[in-house]
């Protein structure tokens, strides 16, 4: 059973759409950081987030930690292409000594 | 943004021996590392906990003596495969604590993919 659970599981979307993926958890986190992956490379870091109901944006991306810090969500706004990849969240609870528990990851695609 | 290289970028190596992949942090110091495999179309499963002048932690299921690893210096971390086998083919990554930031967050090599045939 995985600690972080990631919704949905693939989403494909046509180019300018809007879409959300959730990050979920009845786990409170410390941190929690979500990355993007490229098939045959390492994921790369997009934001952390480590204050309740903190949101952070990046251009047309938009992070939201829930209040409880068990939950978080990730939008894209306007969807392009270059958007398509693996995105994970991942986050460190209090007792996991710095360790990075990752969620089973969405695969987005985005459709010129 | 910290960067971490990983040498080789992929490999490919007969059943039976040994292969070794190096995980650096190229322009900042990493107490600690961390060894992650990714079989495709899924996350990232963490292996190990390498602590700089100490023994590696293993998680549940990992053998140690299958997977050693060396975290001889703050810039350097070897995961050494020995006798490998074809099930062992997979995508490996590595990480390093990062400190800006907090020191939660980790900054991940472009990985390394080992075939093993």
């Known amino acids: 059973t995985q600690l972080l659970e990631q919704s949905p599981q693939f989403l494909s979307i046509q180019e300018g759409e809007n879409l959300t993926v959730y990050c979920n958890s009845s786990?409170?986190?410390?941190?929690l950081q979500w990355y993007r992956q490229e098939p045959g490379e390492g994921p790369v870091l997009l934001v952390t987030v480590v204050t309740g109901g903190e949101v952070k944006k990046l251009k047309r991306l938009t992070f939201q930690f829930g209040d409880a810090r068990k939950d978080s969500s990730l939008h894209i706004t306007a969807a392009q292409p270059g958007d398509t990849g693996l995105y994970l969240c991942?986050?460190?609870?209090?007792?996991?000594?710095?360790?990075?528990?990752f969620g089973a990851g969405t695969q987005v695609v985005v459709t010129p | 943004g910290a960067v971490v290289s990983q040498h080789p970028s992929w490999v490919i190596c007969k059943s039976g021996t040994s292969v070794k992949i190096e995980c650096r942090s190229l322009?900042?110091?990493?107490?600690?590392m961390f060894w992650y495999r990714q079989f495709p179309k899924q996350s990232l499963m963490l292996m190990a906990t390498s602590n700089e002048g100490s023994k590696a932690t293993y998680e549940q299921g990992v053998e140690k003596d299958k997977f050693l690893i060396n975290h001889a210096s703050l810039t350097l971390s070897t995961l050494t495969v020995t006798s490998a086998h074809p099930e062992d083919s997979s995508f490996y990554i590595c990480?390093?604590?990062?400190?800006?930031?907090?020191?939660?967050?980790?900054?991940f090599g472009p990985g390394t993919r080992l075939t093993v045939l």
């Open positions: 990480s390093a604590g990062g400190t800006s930031g907090t020191r939660d967050t980790q900054y």
């Open positions: 322009d900042f110091q990493a107490t600690t």
């Open positions: 786990s409170v986190f410390s941190s």
């Open positions: 991942a986050g460190t609870t209090t007792d996991s000594w710095g360790k990075l528990q």
